[in-house]
């Protein structure tokens, strides 16, 4: 095959295939926010705020807007929640507050680190390249983390 037909050919798959994931995208009509997800971890999503771009503007596979997600993790003593709310504007991170439920004081310790210390690592990057591992020397806080974050995507798009 020569050269030029087969970059006409790769262009036109890619171009096929970037059309079939936007199109799977779309929100349908019938579609509706649960209350609460398999994991017992409950999801909200705000509408998104005045004046946010749309999808064909942005350039963005999310909407923008603020959206809430709880995560649940692991620790020594049980089962622990995290609260995180992410603000998103053209796929990137311009806000991020945690809520802490805590079920005891060591808990209550390293949420707060990973609380004060979240902003620095995820503000100003595309959500999809979040994938947070350790903040502060809280370890354990970022697997609720990182499930809320999935939970905001797939109630951002």
Known sequence: MRPSVRKSVFA???????????????????????????NGAETSAAAPSAGASSLATSGSTYKDG??????????????????V???????????????????????????GEFAGGIADQVVGKSIDELNVSKVAGSSLTSGGFNQAVEQIKSEAQ
């Open 85 to 111: 709310e992410l603000t998103l504007a053209g796929g990137t991170v311009t806000a991020v507050d945690i809520t802490q439920h805590p079920s005891n004081p060591n808990t209550r310790k390293f949420q």
């Open 66 to 83: 603020t959206y809430s997600a709880d995560g649940n993790y692991v620790s020594p003593n049980g089962t622990e929640t995290v609260g």
């Open 12 to 38: 036109g798959i890619a171009g096929l295939s970037l059309a079939g994931t936007v199109a799977g995208c779309a929100p349908s009509a019938t579609e509706s926010t649960p209350a609460a997800s398999g």
